[in-house]
């Protein structure tokens, strides 16, 4: 369990130099942390929720493009892959050169392949190989 929490800080420690998230207290950091702590737990329905406040809450976050990943991951572990699959989209329209490119270009195929739209997924998987 100490690994988990000594993880934790490191994540935040790094995406706080990394992007210069200002600490207020209750702020940014704190719903980043409570995210990456219920992301170890695998709560996805509360991943969920966290991330949906965080969005509304910090809309000008520096983290805002790994946020909405996570998001759109714990939808797609949810199994909701049309929600997973917008959320995708709207990740790739808000930062359209993130680092998270090519795993949410793969998410969102792998959405589109599980509700068996297999003709949707294949530009995705293309880009995927091509990133």
Known sequence: MK??????I????VLASRFSVPVQAGDTLADLDNILRLR???????????????????QKSAVDATVRFYHAKALF???KYPASIAA???LLAKHPATDLLEVSVMLRGEGYRMLR?????I???RRAREL
């Open 40 to 58: 170890e737990h695998r709560r996805n329905p509360d991943i969920i929720r966290a991330c949906e406040s965080f969005l509304e809450s910090h």
């Open 88 to 90: 995708v989209g709207e």
């Open 123 to 125: 530009p995705d998987f």
């Open 77 to 79: 572990d949810s199994k």
């Open 3 to 8: 690994s988990h929490s000594f993880s934790r």
């Open 10 to 13: 490191i994540a935040l420690t």
């Open 117 to 121: 739209k297999y003709e949707e997924s």
